[in-house]
């Protein structure tokens, strides 16, 4: 229809009106770009008269970071579009619909979630969220699980495979989260005040070791279909409901990568928490409802990921090897913990950082919590591959902090 160039708001409104069956006749549109501006373009349309919405989300063909563009493909609308309607076929209800397509202008539509929060702002705010970690962990069970080999025909996934081949995201995680923060690097980016922590991360030996292991992971382990950017920021709530957005990131890489965004995250904030729950008690108790919240998902996500298996599972040595399933759960767990500690460590030395632990007012309460974010995370990524529990895992890192 009409070659790529970024849409402005007239265009996005022009577009919203030939979806058919969306918005009637008389509709009055407005148009908002909402997003942040640097990868992606997106807009609310609204009928002002009806009160119908919905949201465009246009990619752009480079992504303005280190002060210079970094091209970026505009393959990933695809990609996230189709992964959107996978996501709604294989986790009913925990994404938003995609009502259209559009390849040439790199363009998805689709529902509007205005109605809910981005859970990071949530969790900034001291809400509570008492259905997340159910449906979190049902989001990633049946999204990981049906496109694994333990879930899906090989040769079906194989071919899967290919059309979720995404090396330009790929490689922003590679270098950003498995390299950068480990060398002097400009693309890292700390407050001077924490100047020493960070040189410590480029002499540390035995991280190395680990991180090294684990970027080797996401490099080679086609285990199942990833969301590739699952951090609270990709994630919208109320307390009834959970919404992921936003999976311009999908590759088939390992598992407990999405596990691990997710555990971060809630530690991320933790560690916020210094600033944002002032009162002592209040924080203390917010501190443990992110903790329960981490434990549940990963109880509720193994248990939900070994019905699969257990029900629905297509590889009949892996259904039928005895101690083959306890094996895969536990290598799960380590790497979500790995992978947890190095997306920890990124959004403190990296750079893109996160609003929990950014926005913190006070030059001294910030350097708290990102000292203590770092602790958490080193230890996560220290400890990795001699995890057993959950509990023991979580516990060694804020007993060390
Ligand atoms: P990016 O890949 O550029 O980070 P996102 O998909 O995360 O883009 O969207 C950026 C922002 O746009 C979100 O934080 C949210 O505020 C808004 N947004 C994105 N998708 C929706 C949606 N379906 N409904 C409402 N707002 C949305
Ligand atoms: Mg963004
Ligand atoms: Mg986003
Ligand atoms: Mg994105």
């Known amino acids: 229809m009409s070659a790529y160039h970024p849409l402005n708001e007239e265009e996005a409104i022009r577009i919203a009106r030939s979806i058919e069956g969306f918005f009637p ?55 996230e579009s189709e992964k959107l309607i996978l996501e709604a076929k294989l986790a009913p209800g925990l994404v938003p619909t995609v009502y259209k397509y559009d390849a040439e202008l790199a363009l998805t539509v689709m529902e509007d979630l205005s109605d809910h929060v981005i859970m990071r702002q949530g969790l900034i705010n001291g809400t509570r969220y008492p259905k997340f970690a159910d449906d979190i962990s049902t989001f990633m069970a049946r999204t990981l699980f049906y496109t694994s080999d333990l879930g899906m025909n090989q040769q079906d996934k194989k071919n899967q495979v290919k059309s979720f081949i995404n090396p330009d995201l790929c490689k922003i995680t590679e270098d950003l989260i498995f390299d950068d923060p480990y060398t002097v690097s400009s693309n890292n980016s700390f407050d001077p005040a924490i100047a020493d922590a960070a ?19 996401f490099l080679t382990n086609a285990q199942a279909l990833l969301h590739g950017d699952l951090h609270t920021g990709s994630i919208f709530v109320t307390p009834e409901s959970t919404k992921v957005i936003d999976p311009e990131f999908a590759y ?47 109880n509720q996500f193994e248990s939900k990921f070994r019905t699969l298996w257990n029900e629905q599972g297509v590889d009949r040595l892996a259904n039928s090897a005895a101690g083959y399933q306890d094996y895969y759960m536990k290598r799960l767990l380590q790497d979500a913990v790995g992978f947890a500690g190095c997306k920890m460590v990124r959004r403190v030395v990296g750079l893109a950082h996160v609003a929990d632990i950014d926005r913190i007012p006070d030059d001294a309460t910030r350097e708290k919590a990102q000292r203590l974010a770092l602790a958490i995370g080193t230890s996560l990524i220290r400890g990795n591959r001699q995890t057993q529990t959950i509990e023991q895992a979580i516990d060694t890192a804020l007993t060390a902090a």
């Open 252 to 298: 088939y890489g390992p598992i407990g990568f999405d596990i691990g965004a997710v555990i971060a995250n809630l530690l991320l904030d933790y560690a916020g928490q210094e600033h944002w729950m002032s009162d002592e008690a209040m924080r203390e108790d917010f501190r443990q409802y992110l903790i329960t919240s981490i434990i549940e998902i990963w």
């Open 199 to 217: 040189d410590a991360l480029t002499k540390d030996s035995a991280l190395h070791l680990e991180v090294a292991i684990l970027r080797e992971k």
């Open 25 to 79: 006749q008389e509709a009055e549109l407005r148009s908002r770009e909402i997003g942040d501006g640097n990868l992606n373009l997106v807009f609310h349309i609204a009928d002002s008269v009806g009160g119908k919405s919905l949201i465009m989300k246009q990619a752009l063909p480079y992504a303005k970071v280190v002060g210079e563009s970094w091209p970026l493909t505009l393959d990933r609308a695809r990609i």
